[in-house]
């Protein structure tokens, strides 16, 4: 294989790879890797309401996988973003928040059909907002950042790289007898480095992804956090897809997803316990300080929604407007929402369950619960107590 950066890689080898790309340690990863999934599974059917993890994930995970892209935002802004809409948020906020748009239609589009050539446009089209279409054009190299030597150009001609997705896609439904996991990490290089499209590739595939281990069946829901591993190790996501062009170094790479995909799978998993066992708390502070707003359906709103506001409750059907703004105002009054402006709108912010959301650890604050109020002591009772006082 005659591998030069400078020059249009059109060698790239199609699928299956003729190395072995089952071997005991990463069949061993992979036996780790799908247990941590198989807790994923079971953990997301754990909130019965599937908006509170659907809503929120994946905006984490549009966070990190624009990052890998140096477009960068807060999960504040985004979240934000995700409420209020505002046509004036900067567009490093609006692109992430396309990202999840994305990462949702192709979940839909996947429940009708499955993964092609055709979802990778769609996908790419949504993130990038334009009519990106397959390169027809030469000239898309890969540089690095800090020197802006190239380190690789992907095949060029439209017909080539046709081909080359159409090899991708059979390789995605046909070869069942490779474990699933080490088809997407296999797939997931051969995608990048077709690199399809003149910019969104990186995106795109790691949207691919996650739909993939939906098609699977090894997720129902796009909820796993995958890019927050990638994004913590860029440089080795980068260095080990370079080492499979050049060496053929198929190995390393499919360890690095597996531990990826392990690791991820068992951070949000905590995750997703901690924010059930923040919804319980939650539900028990409001029955106690706040009675006459406390419904179950409301918890669950401020929990898929962490930025709230009046038109949510109502479009729920939770309240009328009136009846809405009253109860917002008692969930803050009792300290689990903070009031605050956007322009003319009035939103209600969540903050502990946002900053358990974006930290590292599952743990949190409690509330101060007010004490239950304690049963009257009858007179006789006083009399017997005052009595026997030391
Ligand atoms: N040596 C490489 N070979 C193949 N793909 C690579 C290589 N290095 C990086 N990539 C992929 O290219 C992506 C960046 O491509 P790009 O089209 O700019 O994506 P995006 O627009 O989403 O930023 C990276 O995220 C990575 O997945
Ligand atoms: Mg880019």
Known sequence: MNFDPQKPFNDLPPLPPRADIETRPILKSCIAAHAALAELRQAGNLIPNPSVLINTIPLLEARDSSEIENIVTTTDALFRQASLNEKNADPATKEALRYRTALRRGFDSILRQPLSTNTAIEICRIIKDTQIAIRNTPGTKLANPATGAVIYTPPEGETVIREKLANWERFLHEQQEIDPLVRLAVQHYQFEAIHPFADGNGRTGRVLNILFLIQTGLLETPILYLSR???????????????????????????????????????????????????????????????????????????????????????????????????????????????????????????????????????????DMPEEPAPKERKGQRRWRKAHAE
């Not at 260095?239 to 991820?264: D, F, K, N, S």
């Not at 969930?331 to 974006?358: C, M």
């Open 229 to 367: 591993a990638i994004l913590q190790t860029r440089r080795d996501y980068y260095r080990l897809l370079l080492q499979v062009t050049r060496e053929g170094a198929w190995e390393p790479w499919i360890a690095y997803m597996l531990r990826c995909i392990e690791e991820t799978a068992r951070w949000t998993t905590q995750k997703i316990h901690a924010v059930r066992r923040l919804m319980a708390h939650t539900a028990d502070h409001v029955r106690l300080a706040a009675p006459t707003s406390y419904s179950h359906e409301l918890v669950e709103l401020i929990f898929a929604l962490p930025y709230v506001r009046i038109a949510n409750l109502v479009e729920a059907g939770l309240a009328e407007r009136h009846r809405a703004g009253y109860h917002l105002r008692e969930l803050a009054r009792v300290g689990v929402l903070r009031e605050i402006r956007a322009g003319r709108q009035k939103l209600f912010f969540h903050p502990k369950y946002f900053a358990l959301l974006t930290s590292d650890e599952h743990d949190f604050a409690p509330y």
